[in-house]
T-cell receptor, first 114, second 111 residues
Framework: EAGVTQFPSHSVIEKGQTVTLRCDPISGHDNLYWYRRVMGKEIKFLLHFVKESKQDESGMPNNRFLAERTGGTYSTLKVQPAELEDSGVYFC????????????FGNGTRLTVT | GEDVEQSLFLSVREGDSSVINCTYTDSSSTYLYWYKQEPGAGLQLLTYIFSNMDMKQDQRLTVLLNKKDKHLSLRIADTQTGDSAIYFCAEMDSGTYKYIFGTGTRLKVLA
């Protein structure tokens, strides 16, 4: 089966610009998660979709971040306008079930805001 | 809030055993996980342990769980250069089903 894919793999943008990250989960996985790792720090939870619904968005830093998962398939994470502190690696993960089901991660998108 | 802590670096010689340690705070965690991240790749699930277990062995990997001290460790026997990677400890919050990750431990294996 195809794994979790993320696009782009790298993005370099200027402060104030907009960037949209995309994640295609494994087919049939209802649960989709976004995480972020800032250089050298822990991987922090951003939000969790179950199908197209936001189950938990408690980790979203502020209203400059908008995540969507229309139709319950792929998801996008938009940052508008980007700030320097948004730089990091954004990981997407999916799982088939809520529990007893491991997370499958994509390779991440490395975002650099200059 | 929940917190997972790990040391940042570990260096071992090829053939030796590696032990990566992790402490967590949420005593209600149902599962605890170890993930491996190789350069340029995503996180790959290595192994996991259910909270009512003390130990789990899987080939070269041994996971030890001390629930009283909220301490989790991953032992890699006969460490190889291919084991060089970042290892993340994670717990699953049984209330929110959120995974909480540590900072990751960068393991460097010296030939």
């Amino acid at each position: 089966e195809a794994g979790v894919t993320q696009f782009p793999s790298h993005s370099v943008i200027e402060k104030g610009q907009t960037v949209t990250l995309r994640c295609d989960p494994i087919s049939g996985h209802d649960n989709l998660y976004w995480y972020r790792r800032v250089m050298g720090k822990e991987i922090k939870f951003l939000l969790h979709f179950v199908k197209e619904s936001k189950q938990d968005e408690s980790g979203m830093p502020n209203n400059r971040f908008l995540a969507e998962r229309t139709g319950g398939t792929y998801s996008t994470l938009k940052v508008q306008p980007a700030e320097l502190e948004d730089s990091g690696v954004y990981f997407c993960a999916s799982s088939q079930h809520l529990i007893n089901s491991p997370l499958h991660f994509g390779n991440g998108t490395r975002l650099t805001v200059t | 809030g929940e917190d997972v802590e790990q040391s940042l670096f570990l260096s071992v010689r090829e053939g030796d055993s590696s032990v990566i340690n992790c402490t967590y705070t949420d005593s209600s965690s149902t599962y605890l996980y170890w993930y491996k991240q190789e350069p340029g790749a995503g996180l790959q699930l290595l192994t996991y342990i259910f909270s009512n277990m003390d130990m789990k062995q899987d080939q070269r990997l041994t996971v030890l769980l001390n629930k009283k001290d909220k301490h989790l460790s991953l032992r890699i026997a006969d460490t190889q250069t291919g084991d060089s990677a970042i290892y993340f400890c994670a717990e699953m919050d049984s209330g929110t089903y959120k995974y909480i990750f540590g900072t990751g431990t960068r393991l460097k294996v010296l030939a």
